[in-house]
């Protein structure tokens, strides 16, 4: 098969890492990539935004399958691109239609798809320029913290937690006057949930579905989950706390419910439902639905799959997701993320990165990299992801921060304490 990954971040060298190792991956494209990715394919300039770029690629290089990796192509309506041309409709594309896609790209429909489901959820309200007084009135009888949502996407800052009704009312304004664009032109306020959040990911072709490794993310700049909200400075997997009994309400109160709204729905989706979830006492609550692999998340759940991950999305593509038996390393996965000096706030790209050949035991997963003249230099805020295995966390979390010592680049800023509290 020849495959398109499209993407630039470690969750797509993650996914080209993984499917170039499948006997069946002939030709493997990444597009655009980025230092690492090139290890494992070929990068190809594309900007995934640009579908007739991309379409015309897939047709003058055959490819088979096309992984749409971040989710502004899926919420722009790929999917639905490929699907209407008669020429690139064979091509098998992972990751769901445009409707399917709102559910990341709309915070208030994602509301209103889990009510209707009656999948578990903070209580909620949504408001617009038009009834700002209610939002404001809304906010008044909410007890502190308090939710603030930006309705579409805003590149994972566009949820604050605010500790102050009269500061909330200013960030509500704030909001809904620009301050995430278009995103923000539309406000999800929420019930705070108290409690401890992970992640689930299932492959599903909008009927029958396959539960992958759970991960638990920190996305918290600083140590002890302090500080501005990140891509994700770090994430295990498996985790500890999700014992037999939450894992099975997990599955019969949101994993099944979900899967059945996207059939009841009718909607195309062939691809990876990211559930962000939290537990509060014992009970899982939805926090927010991506329709797309997380990061750094991915770089946790791919190494613990041992059977071969193309033959799933293969086997997903036909409508035969039962058909290969899912098989999971039951060792811990551990991974840090390296970032830049500043991050995520203002930061310099074009930092030269030194000693990644040095170490030995991890995964060097590239996120914001790429390559000049022979020598890989920084090219984002979340720089490289170090992911290590072992028969603990605490091992694999060490093996992970001893690499992370070795790599080297100026501003380089790595969390010690991923895992902390588990």
């Excluded at 020598?375 to 720089?383: D, K, S």
């Amino acid at each position: 098969m020849n495959i398109l990954i499209l993407g630039s971040g470690g969750r797509e060298h993650a996914f080209a890492w993984k499917i170039s190792q499948s006997k069946m991956c002939d030709q493997l494209y990444i597009a655009p990539g980025n230092a690492g990715t090139m290890e494992h394919g070929t990068n190809i300039d594309l900007n995934p935004l640009k579908f007739e770029e991309v379409a015309l690629f897939c047709l003058q290089y055959k490819i088979d399958m096309l992984i749409v990796g971040p989710e502004a192509p899926l919420v722009a309506g790929i999917t639905d691109f490929f699907r209407n041309e008669k020429e690139l409709s064979h091509i098998k594309i992972i990751g769901p239609a445009s409707e399917g896609a709102r559910l990341e790209g709309s915070k208030a429909f994602a509301k209103e798809f889990m009510k209707e489901f009656n999948i578990p959820t903070a209580g909620y309200g949504e408001f617009t320029k038009e009834n700002r007084a209610e939002g404001i009135a809304f906010i008044k009888k909410q007890t502190p913290p308090i939710v603030l949502k930006a309705d579409g996407l805003a590149g994972g800052k566009g949820v604050l937690i605010i500790n102050d009704q009269e500061e909330a009312i200013t960030a509500f304004g704030k909001m809904l006057d620009g301050q995430f664009g278009e995103a923000s032109s539309k406000i999800v306020i929420e019930d705070f949930l108290d409690g401890i959040e992970f992640s689930v990911f299932v492959l599903t072709d909008g009927k029958d579905y396959k539960v992958l490794p759970i991960a638990k993310d920190y996305k918290r700049i600083g140590e002890g989950d302090s500080g501005l909200n990140t891509g994700g400075m770090g994430a295990v997997s498996p985790v500890p706390f999700i014992d037999e009994a939450l894992y099975e309400k997990v599955i019969q109160q949101v994993v099944e419910p979900t899967v059945q709204g996207l059939n009841s729905r009718k909607m195309d989706y062939k691809g990876f439902v990211f559930i962000g979830l939290i537990k509060v006492g014992n009970e899982p609550k939805v926090i927010e639905y991506n329709v797309r692999m997380g990061d750094p998340e991915t770089e946790v759940v791919l190494p613990r799959i041992k059977s071969d991950f193309l033959q799933h999305l293969i086997d997903l593509s036909n409508g035969e997701l039962d058909k290969t038996p899912l098989e999971i390393d039951e060792r811990s996965a551990s991974t840090v993320m390296l970032v830049s000096g500043g991050y995520p706030e203002a930061y310099e790209k074009g930092k030269l990165i030194t000693n990644i050949e040095d170490c030995d035991g991890s995964i060097i997963f590239h996120a914001g990299t790429q390559k000049k003249e022979k020598q890989v230099l920084t090219n984002g805020g979340r720089v490289i992801a170090i992911t290590s295995m072992s028969n603990t966390k605490e091992e694999a979390l060490a093996q992970s921060k001893l690499n992370a010592e070795k790599i080297q680049f100026e501003g380089k800023y790595f969390r010690r304490d991923i895992g902390f509290d588990l």
